[in-house]
């Protein structure tokens, strides 16, 4: 027997003697830890709050939950008592409860993006610039400077060091963008990946950026982003079998190989799939299947202003339609589907998630459920920004469309984001 199975023994021996009289909180740790990953993520957010030995194996991070499914992730309401914290919300749809989480890092800041893992979220500074957070060790990295971009020509900062203009180019022209607009236009989504092996090594990023949304990648660390060259707006990309795979505006899907690791090398865009040009629905996602299949399905939202019916300005936006697109990889082309085959969808600012059949528990299969990623309607005017986000779950099987349940207490602004905690 190994250590570990002489003490499970030793303790169990020892409790069937004491009878009622056993104290849980002796549990060896390493049975504490093999308890822990067989529970759920609601689950092992009770089990921490048992006693303070429990507490302090799930605080150690020493074993995730059995089911990482996908929660909420809500902006900082400010009712972090009598020290003026900024509390959050992370929500679990699969049981309507919602727990508060203090996370003065990002208080009233956009979330734009995360890594796959879930461990990572990538923010919005007050100076402008990306940074990563780490959700459980509140770990915080910061990435290159905005002014290493290549579309960024010139900073403007004011007498205390805060940004207030920013020369950007656009196409083949150059425009003075403030702070308001560069939020409005500027920042579109980023994700974490890891490139090299192990899966956990270092990390990099890929970010798509500028009114063209062209693509730039750096690793964590680098003193600069470098640019991939490709004509077209990416709207949604995601890190898959060594490949950062894209989808344009057009609905066209092409991939950069990593060539290598150390150097941080990559091959020239290859397109996936026969070619596609429908301008018309604007907001495509990119999900590929992770867990033994080398199916890649395009996901397209097609998000329109409802406008006062008499001034004809925008009150709010809401998303009409929802169209799903599948790699056949024998005919190299995309084509149309109803069904995801059991699977459902999160998508958002967030890295796209996947649950597979045997993953949703209370979520329901062949649906997608969306949060609001559309910063442009988000921040265009003041008003707008603090009405209800156009977030929902879209049914692919019969084409019904019905709302999130939100919790009470929440605030609209910044957008949430779909995150799958380690705790």
């Known amino acids: 027997r190994t250590l ?32 822990l990953g067989r529970l759920t993520a609601d689950d092992y957010v009770r089990f921490g709050a048992v006693c303070k030995e429990w507490y302090s194996v799930t605080k150690a991070r020493l074993c995730p939950p059995a089911t990482r499914i996908p929660w909420l992730l809500f902006p900082a309401t400010g009712d972090g008592g009598d020290d003026g914290a900024a509390t959050h919300r992370l929500f679990d749809l699969s049981t309507n409860k919602s727990y508060k989480m203090t996370l003065r890092e990002i208080s009233g800041r956009q979330c734009i993006g995360n890594s796959a893992d879930g461990r990572w979220v990538v923010y919005i500074g007050h100076d402008m ?26 900073v403007t900062y004011d007498a205390s060091g805060r940004p207030v203009e920013y020369d950007v180019q656009i196409n083949h022209h150059r425009a003075l963008l403030t702070v308001d607009y560069l939020l409005q236009y500027f920042y579109h989504k980023v994700i974490v990946f890891s490139a090299g092996s ?7 990023v890929a970010f798509v950026h500028g009114p063209s949304q ?77 867990r033994g299949s080398d199916d890649v399905f395009q996901v397209w939202r097609d998000v329109r202003n409802i406008n006062h019916p008499i001034s004809g300005l925008a009150l709010n936006h809401r998303t009409f339609l929802v169209k ?49 990623d559309d910063m442009e309607k988000m921040v265009r005017d003041a008003e707008v920004r603090h009405r209800d986000r156009d977030t929902g779950v879209f049914n692919l099987e019969d084409g019904s469309w019905e709302p999130l349940p939100i919790p009470n207490g929440v605030v ?12």
């Open 214 to 290: 062209t693509v730039s990648v750096a690793r964590v660390g680098d003193e600069a982003w470098t640019r991939f060259d490709y004509p077209y707006g990416v709207t949604d990309f995601v890190f898959h079998q060594g490949r950062l795979c894209a989808v344009d505006f057009l609905g066209n899907t092409v991939a950069w190989t990593m060539l290598d690791p150390a150097t941080f090398s990559w091959s020239d865009a290859r397109r996936l799939g026969s070619p596609i040009d429908d301008p018309n629905i604007y907001q495509k996602y990119l999900v590929p299947l992770t």
């Open 4 to 35: 570990k199975s002489q003490s499970r023994v030793r303790y169990m021996e020892a409790s069937a003697t004491a009878g009622s009289s056993r104290d849980w909180s002796e549990l060896p740790t390493d049975l504490v830890v093999s308890i």
């Open 129 to 154: 610039e990306l940074r990563m957070l780490n959700l459980n060790t509140r770990q915080q990295v910061g990435l290159p400077p905005l002014a290493t971009l290549w579309n960024i020509k010139n």
């Open 412 to 423: 609209n602004f910044p957008s949430p984001i779909w995150v799958t905690p380690l705790f």
């Open 198 to 204: 192990p899966p956990d090594g270092p990390l990099s």
């Open 324 to 372: 799903v697109l599948k790699l056949d990889r024998a005919e190299d082309s995309w084509v149309e589907v109803n069904n995801l085959g059991g699977h459902t969808f999160f998508l958002g600012y967030n890295y796209s998630i996947v649950l597979s059949a045997d993953e949703i528990g209370h979520f329901r299969g062949n649906c997608i459920y969306f949060t609001d």
